[in-house]
């Protein structure tokens, strides 16, 4: 069977790989990733609210005159309940 450059490179098995290496690597991608950055905290926002934040878009403005606000007039059929026959 021929080698190639990545099976000559690769372990054989993972026990080739030495407990002080995966130690080195933990290390280093905790050191990469900043692993004691603090997480932001959660904001409680609607999907128009997130919107219009994130891109300055008001999704509930009428495409049309830019003026008024859409509102729902009923809910959309589910998939299963429409008639495609």
Do not use: V, W
Not at 43 to 65: A, F, Q, V, Y
Request: charged share 30%; net charge positive; glycine share 2%.
């Amino acid at each position: 069977m021929r080698k190639t450059h990545n099976d000559s490179t690769a372990p054989k098995n993972q026990k080739q790989l030495e407990l002080a290496d995966i130690f080195r690597l933990y290390a280093l991608i905790r050191k990469l990733i900043d692993a004691d950055a603090t997480l932001p905290e959660k904001i409680n926002e609607s999907i128009s609210e997130m919107m219009l934040r994130l891109t300055g878009i008001d999704i509930s403005c009428c495409p049309k005159c830019k003026k008024g606000k859409m509102i729902r007039i009923r809910k959309l059929p589910i998939q299963d309940d429409l008639n495609l026959s």
